[in-house]
Every structure is written in C-alpha cells, then in structure tokens.
C-alpha cells in the first residue's frame, strides 16, 4: 500500500467508523490548467501517468530492438514475443489473409492498453488512465473509424452499407426491423461496448484493490480482533492484485482481437 492509502485509512480510522472509497481517485485536482481555441483542458494526475505509461511501453519497443540478434536475448525475445502474438494470433487468424498490413496498428493499440493498465498495480501509480471512461473511448473511436474507412476503402461506399443495412436473404419487408437494428448494432453498439468493457473491467479492479487496501489499514488502526480481519483484507488485497494482472493482460488482448474482428468484417462482407 502506498503512504496516501496509509494516510487516508488513518483519516478513515479517526471518523466514525470505516468508509467505503468514492470516486475521488477518478478526479484528482488539476496540476495545469489551459484554453485553446475556447476549449478547456486540464493536465491531472491521470493525464501524467497515461504520459509516463506511454513513454515507457515506447522504451521498451526501442530497447527491444535496439541491438537485434540472431539469437534473441531476453528483452528481445520479450518484445519479439508480444509482437508476434498480435501479429500471427490476431492479425493473420483473426483479420484473415489480408490482416498483415495490419499488424503495426494492432500491436501498437495492444502494447498502449497493456501499459496503462499495468500503471493500476505500480506503486505510486495504482489507477489505469482506461478506467477513466474518456480514454477507452477515444480508442474506441479511433478504431470505429479506421473500421468504417478501411470497408469502404475495399468494399466500396454503395456495397459496405448496403451489405451491413440489407442482408442479404432476407425477406424485403422485415427490413423495416432489420435494418435499424443492423445500424445500431455496427455505428453505436460496437463502439460503446468496446470502450465500456475496457473501462468497467479498469475501473472496477481499482475499485476492488481500493476498498481491501483500505479496509486493511483501517482495521489494523483499530485494535483488538481487528486485526485478524485486517490481516484477511491485506491478503485479500494481495491476491486481487494478482487476479487484476490477469485481467490487465486479458483486456488487452481482447480489445485487440475484437479491432481484429471489425476489420475482418470490414475488409469482407459480413453478409
């Protein structure tokens, strides 16, 4: 636990009792402050954390391949392997014979979630910028255009939407109830759901790590049977963080494969 959670279980130890966190962790203070063109923007805690995450994961790349040999050492063999996981697992099973192209993109979008999500179990960090719901989905957007761009790059305009509006097959008078729930389900379910699960499974695990941090230094502050439970909540606080690492890598796998999926069908005809 970092010296803010013990700092804010002793505040919680001096109430009334035990107080579940709030969201306060999702709005820190801003550190700056600035206008452009009218617009507001506010750097915070959160923003430098996504900065510090970002430059890492692009240290490692370099680093990775930096000095490449033959014989990979083990940092290589680390990048080597990451890359080669999204490129042979996804790019080319998931998007289909077409999918090399995208590998670079895919790879790039994987290593950039798993970074920030990782910053939700390192010390001193302990959020993901991707349980702020505004970072997933500005990925979500950005993949939701590439996806609607690269169908009508290789489909054609007429041919993409008429593929995904008008199934084939169906009879001409359902399409009063198809086709608005085809144009739901490609322009606003797709990319809702795939910012949503990245942030809910983020914010959640913070959550969880939050409250079993917390109850553990509050009880341990308390005194007498406490701390038995204390000691439960601080194991439990251990193997959270163990099952949030699964999770980390997990949704960022998953994200990838489902970018993976939308190109697919964006390249083919879904229909």
């Not at 993949?143 to 939407?161: N, T």
């Not at 608005?180 to 959550?207: C, D, K, S, W, Y």
């Amino acid at each position: 636990m970092t010296s803010s959670a013990l700092a804010l279980g002793h505040v919680l130890a001096a109430g009334p009792g035990f107080e579940a966190p709030g969201l306060e962790a999702f709005y820190p203070e801003p550190l700056w402050h600035f206008t452009v063109l009218g617009v507001d923007f506010e750097i915070t805690r959160i923003t430098l954390i996504l900065w510090i995450a970002t430059l890492a994961i692009c240290a490692f790349l370099v680093a990775t391949v930096r000095k490449p040999q033959i014989v990979p050492g083990k940092l290589q063999f680390l990048g080597e392997s990451g890359y080669s996981l999204v490129r042979d697992g996804i790019a080319r099973d998931v998007v289909g014979p077409k999918g090399l192209p995208f590998a670079p993109f895919l790879a790039s979008l994987f290593f950039f979630i798993l970074a920030n999500n990782l910053m939700s179990i390192i010390p001193f960090a302990q959020i993901s910028p991707m349980a702020k719901f505004g970072f997933p989905l500005v990925l979500a957007l950005i993949c939701y255009v590439m996806y609607i761009w690269i169908g009508i790059r290789e489909q054609g305009v007429g041919r993409y939407f008429k593929d995904i509006l008008f199934l084939p097959g169906v009879p001409p008078f359902m399409y009063i109830l198809v086709t608005p729930i085809e144009l739901l389900q490609n322009f606003i379910v797709r990319p809702f759901t795939l910012a949503v699960r990245l942030f809910a499974n983020m914010f959640a695990g913070h959550m969880l790590l939050l409250v079993f941090s917390l109850g553990a230094t509050y009880l341990f502050t308390v005194g007498g049977l406490s701390y038995v439970w204390g000691g439960i909540s601080f194991l439990m606080s251990i193997v959270m963080t163990f099952f949030e690492l699964l999770v980390i890598f997990l949704q960022a796998y998953v994200f990838t494969v489902l970018m993976g999926t939308y190109l697919n069908g964006s390249i083919e005809a879904e229909h």
